[in-house]
């Protein structure tokens, strides 16, 4: 038992991500028997592509050691991630600029204390991931709000920055975005990059979603920037999320400072897994056939989804996420969606998480699912909104 008088630290009084405990009541749910469909889910229902399935089988009957890796990763590995950013990209990338880490979540702490002390503001956008936030606040640092809701066309925008008293010493921008899977164009990506660069501002640009955009193809960064800190995973387009295999393109001066908080902060990601994660930039004709199944998925719910909740949802050009303005039925996002839930068995994830200020207004939708799934969401949300109108008649 905790003694009354003992510290919890004021750092880690942070919200809790809500998704994970509508992800518990769901599966809670699902375990009594509960026939429930699952949008709330931000991870593909598909397993990892099959030739990195065979590689850890191989490296495990094989008997090789899996000890520690060096911190910043296998080399192979690293080599095989440059090469992915010309392929990809176009880009001829060090390997030693290259840290695998444990998820992409690992490379935000990781990058956040290579680039930032105590007391630095970091410009965020609002609705975002709610862990770059959180994290934040438990380092020390400031984050503050940019606005990038349907005002702003949905973007973070640099003139908003521009009107604050004192510019921010970082900037975090993700894009594809969660939640609203709103894609940055590249000449707005090349104007943010050029800005941070002319101001001293540090640039994160966080990549994860990269590979499922239903429009153009995301462009890196990493091409208009070479100090930005780039980061991305095998979590979403690579269908390994709980792998935990993430990386960091890193700019030269800030390899050693992550190579040490690697060190520090949990020795290696997992060597078995980074092993079998070498094969993973090899699978796209596999890869491509999740994302055909996200494109179609992502059709079934525009199109035949209630006016209530398509009519003001941001445009949802890439990762696998609808972000709904469901003001016109409720704003109370957190009751409305345990409503769907209870009287529907729809599992969908209220915009608190993601926006403090105006998410209970919205809820996220997730078509990582099956398309089956996709249709009995539909039918399932018009009779759930049909019956709520005529409740609130
Ligand atoms: C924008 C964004 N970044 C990072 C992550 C975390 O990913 P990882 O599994 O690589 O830690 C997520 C997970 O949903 C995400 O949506």
Not at 251 to 274: F, G, H, M
């Amino acid at each position: 038992m905790i003694g009354p008088t003992l510290k919890i630290s004021d750092r880690s009084k942070m919200p809790p991500f809500m998704a994970m405990d509508v992800m518990r009541l769901a599966a809670e749910l699902d375990a009594d028997g509960g026939d429930i469909v699952h949008l709330e889910v931000g991870q593909p229902s598909s397993p990892a592509p099959q030739p990195v399935i065979n590689a850890l089988s191989e490296s495990m009957v094989e008997q090789r050691t899996h000890g520690y890796s060096v911190a910043l990763g296998i080399p192979e590995l690293r080599q095989r991630i440059a090469k992915h950013y010309q392929e990809w990209y176009g880009l001829n990338i060090d390997p030693k600029r290259v840290a695998v880490t444990v998820g992409s979540s690992m490379a935000f702490a990781i990058s956040f204390l290579a680039a930032f002390d105590v007391g630095d503001r970091i410009a965020i956008p609002n609705p975002g991931y709610p862990a770059y936030r959180n994290l934040m606040i438990g380092m020390g640092l400031e984050p503050v709000i940019l606005p990038a809701g349907p005002k702003e066309g949905w973007l973070p925008r640099l003139k908003d920055m521009e009107k604050w008293e004192k510019l921010p010493d970082g900037l975090m921008i993700a894009s594809p975005h969660n939640p609203t899977g709103v894609v940055i164009s590249d000449d707005e990506l090349k104007n943010i990059c050029d800005w941070c660069d002319r101001n001293n501002v540090r640039l994160i640009s966080d990549e994860i979603y990269h590979g499922l955009s239903y429009k153009d193809r995301c462009e890196t960064a990493l091409k208009y920037n070479d100090n930005v800190i780039v980061i991305n995973s095998l979590s979403k387009y690579f269908s390994m999320t709980g792998w935990r295999i993430g990386w960091m393109i890193l700019p030269e001066q800030l390899v050693n400072a992550a190579e040490k908080l690697s060190q520090n902060l949990y020795i290696s990601a997992p060597t078995p897994n980074q092993i079998a994660a070498v094969k993973a930039f090899d699978c796209s004709e596999e890869l491509d056939l999740h994302v055909n199944r996200y494109r179609e998925n992502r059709q079934v719910l525009l199109s035949g989804l209630p006016s209530e909740f398509l009519g003001k949802a941001a445009p949802c050009d890439g990762a696998f996420y609808i972000y709904a303005d469901i003001s016109a039925l409720s704003v109370d996002s957190i009751s409305f969606a345990k409503k769907l839930l209870d009287e529907s068995g729809v599992a969908t994830t209220p915009g608190v998480d993601f926006d403090p200020i105006n998410g209970h207004r919205y809820l996220r939708l997730s078509f990582a699912g099956s398309e089956k799934s996709m249709h009995e969401a539909v039918k399932r949300i018009n009779s759930f909104v049909d019956a709520y109108k005529r409740d609130a008649a």
